[in-house]
């Protein structure tokens, strides 16, 4: 069965640190890679997300994930954290064409220490 | 504004009862899910239709119904509630085939 695998649960920096949340998935053929982000109190709202192309995303407030096909991984990055980015982050992968449904991650919960 | 929208968006229920969760969009997308949300186990699907008039199974279907008989509309029906059914619980649409999920505000359900 496909799985979807976030190893940091949680995750404290300083306001300036760099941050790097790592998803691996197990699916081989074609993927559909997202990064969803849920701040306190709220519903799930898109980061970014990767169909094709680019395999260098950026999504919103200065986040961006890399698709590396081989390692099978689309890991998210942002090169100083803010207070605000506070929240609890989720990988999700949809594999193949067609409908399918989305997988999720177990999701990494980021505490950012002002 | 378009979007999703979920009632209630917070009950206290006692055990054994029957509980509907609503969800509602308005965006004409011809898939909707209900996953349930947990403290270390992220986002876990319920149920889902991927267009009106049908359903499927999601990863934790049991103690769970949905029905889809429009575009619009599907609730989450909890025949006799148990308090393992204590979570949050999001609806979502999608549109075309990219995966793309879009979600509600989340309705939290506590079953005493």
Known sequence: ??????HNHHVILSEAASLELGCNYSYG??????????????????LLKYFSGDPLVKGIKG???EFIKSKFSFNLRKPSVQWSDTAEYFCAVKRGTGFQKLVFGTGTRLLVSP | IAGITQAPTSQILAAGRRMTLRCTQDMRHNAMYWYRQDL???LRLIHYSNTAGTTGKGE???????SRANTDDFPLTLASA???QTSV?????SAGQTGELFFGEGSRLTVL
Do not use: K, M, R
């Open chain 2, 82 to 84: 148990v308090p393992s």
């Open chain 2, 60 to 66: 934790v279907p049991d103690g769970y119904s949905v």
């Open chain 1, 29 to 46: 053929g074609t993927v559909n890679l997202f990064w969803y982000v849920q701040y306190p109190g709220q519903h799930l709202q898109l």
């Open chain 1, 63 to 65: 986040f961006e994930a």
């Open chain 2, 40 to 42: 270390g186990l992220g």
């Open chain 1, 1 to 6: 069965a496909q799985s979807v695998s976030q």
């Open chain 2, 89 to 93: 619980y999001f609806c979502a649409s």
